[in-house]
């Protein structure tokens, strides 16, 4: 066995999630058929995919463009045209003042995150460590493992309010929270993967507030947020200043496969991760921006995303908690609000068994979901609560949901034991 650094067995050790996503991977691979209700795939909405498919026709059907587009780099910032779009929407949409120096695009926002966190975590002048401060749990399983040293997050615990017998929100416990010397910077999905949950306005302007006092970013992640691809059910106004770093992405809007994320800073931390995008991987891929800029520019991304995605999901989200509500009859179940993205939590209370114990019977008879505990990065207290959440994706075919919750309510019933 060759020997590795350390950073080599920190970043290329087998995690929980790697596993946890073979494992999804190569059950969907051996041919079963699976109920595959894990994983973090956008559904395939045939009025979008449509747009991207006249999109890459018109592109190769203009005589020299293709070639240019696909024979050379883009700049380590990213595509210029697609940048120039974005910052326009975005000024036109919430009237923020982005220019083009505001916005770097990255191989998918999780390259992003990789970049950010440690940016401003890990080891600073003088030897002092500073931290990513989640401040809600449970937060999106991705961040967990993208630090280049240990211990990279610390995360607070959630207040939960229960909005009737079976609907619970989880909010900020401002109370608790501590912006210490250190942490280097605060991070929240808005919405949140895995729960669904939208932050308020008044949880936002907060946070921001209080990393503005520390001088330290705010990021959100927007991943699911507006102004694409819009899956939040809420009223929730997007925010941006010189101190939030907002990341964005093309692929809930259905194109994750073109790895593109989009990044929304002030300038200094736009060179920043111009300057890592060149190190790492000489420019970002410019495919997305390229099928995307025109429907940027015209502003029917926005029109697909509100009438489209955002009501395609809605209804998902209905049909899904309103079956879970009908089959869990009887036990205690909570499921988050469904505020946006495309997943439910559902929290089991009082559980017999643990979430992983319940994700092996769901894949024994062909259901995968994801365990919750997954999505606790930086939490240190023991929370039963972590053991007692799953999280489902609803985007996939009504026939594969409905399924696959009627096995998750079976099985769920049997671990409580209730006929
Ligand atoms: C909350 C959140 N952020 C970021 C990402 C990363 O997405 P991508 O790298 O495809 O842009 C995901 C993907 O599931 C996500 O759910």
Known sequence: MMKVSKFGKKIAATSGIGQLMDDLGSALANGRHTLMLGGGNPAHIPEVQQHFRRSIMELLEDKGEFERVIGNYDPPQGNKRFIEAVSKLLNNEFGWNIKAKNIALTNGSQSAFFILFNLFAGTFEGGVSKKIL?????????????????????????????????????????????????????????????????????????????ARAKNIPLIIDNAYGTPFPNIIFTDAKPIWNENIIVCMSLSKLGLPAARTGIVIANKEIIDMVSQVNAVMSLAPGGIGAVIVTNLVRSGEIIRLSQDIIKPFYQAKANEAVE?????????????????????????????????????QRLKKRGVLVVPGHYFFPGL??????????????????KETVSKGLKIVADEVKQAYKVK
């Not at 240190?380 to 075919?397: G, L, M, S, T, V």
């Open 380 to 397: 240190k207290e023991k929370w039963r609560h972590r053991q007692e959440c799953i999280r489902i994706n609803y985007a996939p075919d």
């Open 323 to 359: 079956q879970l509500a009908e089959q869990l009859d009887g036990i205690d179940f909570h499921i988050h609000k469904p505020e946006g993205a495309f997943f439910l939590w559902l929290w089991l209370r009082g559980l017999p068994i643990t979430d992983t114990k319940l994700y």
């Open 134 to 210: 989640f401040p809600l749990a449970p937060e999106y399983i991705g961040y967990s493992d993208v630090g280049l040293v240990e211990n990279l997050f610390v995360a607070n615990k959630p207040k939960i309010q229960h909005l009737d017998d079976h609907i619970f929100k989880y909010y900020i416990d401002f109370d608790r929270l501590k912006i210490t010397d250190e942490i280097g910077a605060v991070c929240v999905s808005r919405p949140t993967n895995p729960t669904g949950n939208v932050l308020t306005d008044s949880e936002i302007k907060k946070l921001s507030d209080l």
